[in-house]
């Protein structure tokens, strides 16, 4: 008889996005008048730039002809686009290799595809609360997981406690579901943490786009000894609104090399290519057509214009909040704001009242994590109408 990951029963019964999608959808059934306003989930609704979509169609073009056809590309992807993502990485100061540099469908696959590279034996340090995905791709491989607190105390950064050890360390700036962001000083404690204990930072910056503040951190290579220590993970769904054509990537620095059990060297950069050869076929040639837009100056000028539309969505937002006296974190640096729930209420009590008074549908912060019971997200990737009308709607809870 086959055996199965009996890890897969320690999950929570569904995602949490699943949890909410029933419960708007039996409100919808019964209340087929009401118009719902979504800011929870963190999808995008700008299209994509005119720059984007000409490269797309030029790209379909080329694969109607026999002399520009593409069939299978490099699973670390076409030179092009890793060459592109290098150039965006030097106007950071930072310097990487075309070869650290692997093209993905997105940083949740990638997030969650890095554990293939380690033992079940390592200890997993996740804060709390945080992106589910950190979560249970860790409990579908059954690695115990350490939890530390984020929390108003920390203002939903915490920093390493020396008390307890790990060897992988899940850090997203700007946070998602909170939207705190990291500084350099605080960024420089964990990867001297990491390196103390020789344990892997797991670096999701799939927010670096929206942080206005020039004195924080874009990219945990800006970092002292973060290459030796740190994989980061990217993606252009928020950057670009490459939610529903997925490209992402990955960068794993060579400087990052274990001894094995026999005493040889294990490279977390040869891994992670073995890796993809094995089971990935790389993203679709038209789609690294697009993606290599991105990074062009009028690429770059067009994706800024759509991200300070969100941004201005998020100021909307986080001045709702302040006009309604509710304490909330992120809306400068990152596209949600993280907000505590009037009148001790619960999180997932707090969503029904919205929902059923309002008619506006956001994330319960307990989704994210038990330290986010009590908090709520929203999300500033509605259309700017939406926005609008749903804190309008939000502030008639409070009169």
């Not at 009590?374 to 990737?381: A, C, P, Q, T, W």
Request: aromatic fraction near 12%.
């Amino acid at each position: 008889m086959a055996k199965l990951n009996e890890n897969y029963l320690n999950l929570k019964e569904s995602y949490l996005f699943a949890d909410i999608a029933k419960r708007v959808a039996k409100f919808s059934e019964e209340n087929p008048d009401k118009k719902i306003i979504r800011l929870g989930i963190g999808d995008v609704t700008k299209p994509l730039n005119k720059t984007v979509i000409e490269n797309l169609h030029l790209a379909v073009d080329e694969m109607s002809d026999e002399k520009t056809f593409k069939g299978y590309g490099p699973e670390q992807g076409y030179d092009f686009l890793r060459n592109a993502i290098k150039d965006y990485y030097n106007r950071k100061g930072i310097n990487l290799e075309v070869s650290e540099i692997f093209v993905s469908d997105g940083a949740k696959s990638d997030t969650g595809n890095i554990t293939d590279l380690f033992s079940v034996d390592n200890i997993v340090m996740i804060p709390d609360p945080v992106y589910p995905v950190y979560v249970d791709t860790n409990i579908m491989n059954g690695r115990e997981i350490v939890y530390i607190d984020a929390n108003k105390d920390n203002d939903f950064l915490p920093l390493p406690d020396e008390n307890k050890k790990a060897d992988l360390i899940y850090i997203c700036s700007p946070n998602n579901p909170t939207g705190a962001c990291y500084n350099k000083e605080q960024l420089k404690m964990w990867v001297d943490y990491a390196l103390k204990n020789e344990a892997i930072i797991l670096f999701d910056a799939a927010y670096e786009c929206f942080i206005a503040d020039d004195s924080l951190p874009t990219s945990i290579f800006e970092i002292e000894g973060a290459r030796k220590c740190a994989i980061e993970f990217c993606s252009l769904s928020k950057t670009a609104g490459f939610t529903g054509t997925r490209c992402g990537y990955t960068i794993v620095p060579k400087d990052i090399v274990f001894k094995s059990s026999n005493g040889s060297d294990m490279s977390l950069n040869q891994m992670w290519n073995r890796r993809q050869t094995t089971k990935f076929n790389g993203v679709p040639y038209i789609i690294q057509k697009g993606a290599a837009s991105v990074f062009t100056e009028e690429g770059m000028k067009m994706s800024k214009e759509t991200i300070d539309y969100y941004k201005e969505n998020a100021r909307i937002i986080a001045n709702t909040m302040e006009e309604c006296g509710i304490n909330y974190y992120g809306g400068i640096n990152s596209p949600y704001i993280w907000f505590e729930c009037p009148d001790n209420m619960g999180s997932w009590d707090f969503f029904d009242k919205m929902l059923n008074e309002i008619a506006v549908v956001g994330t319960p912060g307990v989704g994210f994590g038990k330290n986010g019971d009590g908090y709520f997200r929203l999300s500033s990737f509605g259309n700017r109408e939406a926005t609008i009308e749903a804190m309008e709607r939000f502030k008639t809870l409070f009169k």
